[in-house]
């Protein structure tokens, strides 16, 4: 999972937000409630921190939002990202949000501003208690964001493999033939001893394989019909070498359902095993069953459309958080702008010297009324926007969509996992049956 800090800035506002969104470091930038150059939006935030009572010397925040190398794309990245802020500030924060890709831990800068827009109130007076930390509630919003997008998170808890939505999404991009890959390749490992079995194997089943831990391009593999050698790296990273190592050390430890009978010299107790293994396949057809799966044939297209299905479920939560997006920017603009219009329509009732000494003491929010509005017009250009109520009225139509989504998603992941462990028992078990005499082969007919 991704790790997070949060740093309080409390001279450096606007040179903090110029690096963040330096062009050479940030593949993507997202502002909200805010826009312009560093110094725009350093004053923006300073017109809000006006409102607020408790100004203290902290100006605003900086959360840093790092993965692993290899975990995720900077699409991916950035989105956690968003989502972080989505569950942190729930649109009640402006903040400037910068992915950088120019180092191997690809991360998410947040800088954001102190003063909640709703009740002016600081972050730290909200958040950052001694019984509930704001660094320990940004962690687990985090990690509970990881886990909805299937970035380094636990698919299968039994034997801890993990694989990334964005895996499945590239199949909806022409890239299904890699997800086959994938799956060919998920069901050598869970069969595996040693790293050494499982490159013998993978040359058993008609996947070229190269491997030379000397090169950079350490592990490389071809299907056939494959054109090309792909590389470990672009499978993602679960198929790099040292974690394909480390999936088949948690595959040989938890993943047998299946007795072996050959350690016990007893036959009474080999017996006991022979039950035991029948009572343990038996389960597992059953669960094949109430997955509308009647044989182990149907096992393989059934599993590749769950991953075809996720693609395309997390291919829509990411067009549905774009739209949520949107409309909480147009939500707070309509906010600033009925906040500040009392101020634009009282500054307009004078004139003269009044009017200028007015514009003077008000200026912050003048500006406010005028920045607000001119992106309003921008967005309807026949100046009727729509309401705060109405606005937040199609978000929360979103909100549900998106929850309904997830809920799929999460499903299809427990199915995933069940299918798995049916196949990967009553695999061990007619494996268990190879050499006996037919008579005893009892599950043969599970073929």
């Given amino acids: 999972m991704a790790t997070t800090s949060i740093h309080p800035i409390r001279v450096t506002e606007a040179k903090s937000v110029q690096y963040i969104t330096n062009p050479e470091k940030a593949e993507r930038v997202t502002c909200y409630g805010c826009n312009g150059s560093a110094e725009d939006i350093s004053h923006q935030f ?15 925040y900086q959360i840093i939002q790092s993965f692993a190398p290899n975990e995720a794309t900077a699409e991916q990245v950035h989105q956690a990202g968003l989502m972080l802020c989505d569950k942190l500030f729930q649109g009640k ?5 910068a992915t950088h890709s120019d180092t191997k831990h690809i991360h998410n800068h947040i800088i954001f501003c102190k ?5 002016y109130k600081a972050f730290g007076t ?8 704001a660094w320990n509630k940004i962690r687990q919003l985090s990690d509970e964001v990881c886990k909805e997008m299937g970035l380094s998170v636990v698919e299968y808890e039994e034997i801890g493999k993990g694989v990334s939505h964005y895996e499945w999404s590239k199949q909806q991009q022409g890239s299904s033939w890699k997800a086959q890959l994938r799956y ?14 499982f490159l013998e194997k993978c040359r058993l089943n008609g996947i070229e394989v190269v491997y030379n831990p000397e090169k950079v391009i350490s592990l490389k593999f071809r299907m056939q019909g494959q054109q090309r050698f792909a590389r470990a790296k672009t499978l993602g990273y679960y198929y790099l070498p040292e974690n394909i190592q480390r999936r088949i050390e948690q595959f040989s430890h938890h993943r047998k359902m299946i007795i072996d009978k050959s350690r016990f010299e007893s036959k009474g107790l080999q017996y006991w095993a022979d039950i035991q293994n029948m009572k343990n396949v038996a389960q597992m057809i059953n669960m094949l069953e109430s997955y509308n799966v009647h044989s182990t044939k149907e096992l393989k297209p059934t599993t590749m459309t769950i991953m075809a299905r996720r693609g395309m479920i997390t291919q829509s939560i990411e067009n ?11 939500i707070e603009l309509v906010r600033q702008f009925q906040r500040s219009k009392p101020y634009h329509d009282k500054y307009k009732s004078f004139s003269g010297r009044k009017q200028k000494e007015y514009a003077k003491n008000n200026a912050l929010v003048l500006d406010e009324y005028k920045s607000a509005g001119s992106q309003l017009k921008s967005l309807y250009p026949d100046g009727k926007f729509l309401s705060e109520t109405s606005l937040d009225r199609q978000r929360q ?3 549900g969509e998106r929850e309904k989504l997830y809920k799929e998603y999460h499903y299809l992941k427990k199915e995933y996992a069940d299918l798995d462990k049916a196949s990967r028992t009553i695999s061990d078990y007619l494996e268990s049956l190879r050499g006996e005499p037919e008579h005893r082969r009892r599950k043969g007919e599970l073929e």
Avoid: H, W
């Fill in 126 to 133: 909200l958040m950052d208690t001694k019984r509930n930390p």
């Fill in 115 to 119: 003063t909640n827009m709703e009740n």
């Fill in 93 to 97: 924060y402006k903040y400037v949000l």
């Fill in 184 to 197: 060919e390749l998920d069901c050598i490992i869970q069969r595996c001893d040693t790293f050494e079995e």
């Fill in 397 to 399: 139509a979103l909100y």
């Fill in 46 to 60: 300073d017109m809000l921190r006006a409102y607020g009572k408790n100004m203290g010397s902290v100006l605003s």
């Fill in 320 to 330: 549905l958080d774009e739209k949520i997006n949107d409309l909480s920017e147009q």
